[in-house]
């Protein structure tokens, strides 16, 4: 069995304006599970922020700690206690939303109805549209082989509708050397993000490892983190297909397999499993919420969370 790539279709875009807006609609006609559906929210000061500041709501008291602004110490209480207390608010601040579109050289694979990229690009269109028309902030980083594409904050549709656009690009395969790693762009989002924005990584994970633990926790610290894994039919259980060539990355000689060999399948399938829940299990050990995605499914709104009021 042999795949090939149609160089006419690797040309193309990975969603053409048509596909775009079929999934605008789905954003907007999602019906989300309840569980999903904690707040609907569009304007700045409806949502209650979990991290406290100096918004209008107060929420509690504290000590005093030195470098606090004494206009906020808590007179009436700092009397009944005998300690300096000092009054904590509730922050108010404009939801938003943060993607991260990996589009890097194994994410342009697919066996079946499409790339991996171009469900990642179906993600992110359907998070983008979904947070644009509830009022959301929307940013986005597009990490592809030879470079990282940063998309500045924005609630214009139009704006919006651009950003779809450019992470619809077409996704010839093809190597590169200069291809940014997980671990080099996820301390760069921390410093351009207000806290408590709704982080989206959509990928297929497969340059994680213990490195990538610190930056996650670092941002999860401040911010929920929705991780969706991506994954092709064929990369979880091989298919009854016969002698097949298999080839490593600038090898001269590749391997052959029969994948009409059941046990060689069979321990595949145990293997891949493996793998997979073992990104699971690292990504919401960390405190990530965690989805996988196959690059069959037709309807990802009803698998992930969009940005319906998500609480913050």
């Avoid at 342009?108 to 992110?124: C, D, H, P, Y």
């Avoid at 902030?137 to 139009?158: C, G, I, K, M, Y």
């Avoid at 921390?190 to 926790?217: A, C, E, K, M, P």
């Amino acid at each position: 069995m042999k795949w090939t790539w149609r160089h006419d279709a690797a040309s193309q875009p990975l969603l053409n304006a048509k596909e775009l807006q079929a999934l605008y609609q789905q954003a907007h006609s999602a019906a989300l599970p309840h569980s999903q559906r904690l707040l609907e929210q569009q304007q700045i000061g409806d949502v209650a922020s979990r991290y406290r500041g100096a918004g209008l709501d107060y929420e509690e008291s504290r000590e005093y700690q030195a470098g606090d602004e004494p206009r906020f110490i808590n007179w009436q209480l700092t009397a009944r206690t005998g300690t300096t207390q000092l009054k904590q608010f509730r922050e108010e601040r404009r939801p938003s939303v943060f993607i991260l579109l990996d589009h890097r050289d194994s994410m342009r694979f697919g066996t079946r109805v499409r790339l991996k990229a171009a469900q990642a690009s179906r993600i992110t269109a359907l998070i983008a549209f979904a947070a644009a028309q509830q009022g959301w902030t929307v940013s986005a980083v597009r990490l592809s082989n030879d470079q990282t594409q940063w998309f500045t904050e924005n609630t214009h549709p139009h704006d919006i509708w651009k950003l779809t656009e450019a992470c619809s690009v077409a996704c010839p395969p093809q190597e590169s050397n200069l291809a940014p790693s997980l671990n080099t762009v996820l301390p760069l989002i921390q410093q351009q993000l207000s806290r408590g924005t709704h982080i989206y990584v959509i990928s297929d994970f497969i340059d994680l490892n213990t490195d990538s633990d610190t930056h996650l926790l670092q941002l999860q610290n401040q911010h929920p983190i929705f991780t969706i894994q991506i994954t092709d039919p064929i990369e979880i259980e091989l298919p009854n297909a016969g002698h097949i060539l298999l080839q490593k990355k600038n090898a001269e000689a590749g391997q052959t397999v029969d994948l009409s060999n059941k046990q060689c399948r069979e321990q595949f399938k145990q293997k891949a499993e493996k793998h997979h829940t073992a990104i699971k299990q690292q990504l919401q050990g960390l405190g990530c919420a965690y989805y996988r995605l196959l690059t069959t499914e037709k309807s990802p709104e009803s698998q992930i969370p969009l940005p319906h009021g998500l609480g913050t």
